[in-house]
């Protein structure tokens, strides 16, 4: 049915930048939200930010604040996450995610549907 692909991550140095992209398939795809999420060696995955579909509303973690965009392309079904001065602690396994229920949520459980993640690791 529906999949999202992601693509963009690699290896930086702190400070650096890097442009992640999640495409969905299919003409009907219609999320309220996709979001964001990360994942590193031994940690829970953690709620990074998320854009409601419709009016472009975002939320981003504390932690990246000031530092990393989302957005959206409806036209194509892509969202992206431009990540700037980037720090060792960014490092990890980034996943896209959507939901289709209505309200924003920052819990993993809410996305019904998941990318494959991609690897971001940040120097120091």
């Known amino acids: 049915q529906v999949q999202l692909v992601e693509s963009g991550g690699g290896l930086v140095q702190a400070g650096g930048s890097l442009r992640l992209s999640c495409a969905a398939s299919?003409?009907?795809?219609?999320?309220?939200?996709m979001g964001w999420f990360r994942q590193a060696p031994g940690k829970e995955r953690e709620f990074v930010t998320v854009i409601v579909w419709s009016d472009g509303d975002t939320r981003y973690v504390d932690s990246v604040k000031g530092r990393f965009t989302i957005s959206r392309d409806t036209r194509k079904n892509t969202v992206y996450l431009q990540m700037n001065s980037l720090k060792p602690e960014d490092t990890a396994v980034y996943y896209c995610?959507?939901?289709?229920?209505?309200?924003?949520?920052?819990?993993?459980?809410?996305?019904?549907?998941w990318g494959q993640g991609t690897q971001v690791t940040v120097s120091s």
């Open positions: 299919g003409r009907t795809f219609s999320p309220y939200a």
């Open positions: 995610a959507a939901r289709e229920g209505v309200g924003l949520r920052f819990n993993s459980a809410h996305y019904g549907y």
